[in-house]
């Protein structure tokens, strides 16, 4: 069992910045597949970045590339999500999730991460 615990969120205002973390632990390996996703009310969870190779490759969506950045500190078992010029429209609970392995056609789809956080909520303010 992968035991994953987001922390970070907040609100700010539009153009700001957040940092999101995901500490891991338990069958936990740094050669996991770990994507950050949310989900807003009333919308379906997407996928925002995903981190696999121990930190090597990164996969973002169109809607946050040159706008988030996602890491891995392999010493810390942590996978950060560096938010900046953050939008209105970028408001929802964020959770972090892990996997053995992803396809590379699938990084962004939740159905192919078992493990997952509790989230934490990021709300922009215009």
């Known amino acids: 069992l992968v035991r994953l615990l987001e922390s970070g969120g907040g609100s700010v205002q539009s153009g700001g910045s957040l940092r999101l973390s995901c500490a891991a632990s338990g069958d936990w390996a740094s050669n996991y597949c770990v994507g950050w996703f949310r989900q807003a009310p009333g919308k379906e969870r997407e996928g925002v970045a995903t981190v696999w190779d121990s930190g090597a490759s990164t996969y973002y969506a169109g809607s946050v590339k040159g706008r988030f950045t996602i890491s891995q500190d392999n010493a810390e078992d942590a996978v950060y999500l560096q938010m900046d010029s953050l939008k209105p429209e970028d408001t929802a609970m964020y959770y972090c999730?892990?996997?053995?392995?992803?396809?590379?056609?699938?990084?962004?789809?939740?159905?192919?991460?078992?493990?997952w956080g509790q989230g934490t909520q990021v709300t922009v303010e215009s």
């Open positions: 999730a892990a996997a053995p392995t992803v396809d590379y056609s699938r990084l962004l789809d939740a159905s192919r991460f078992p493990y």
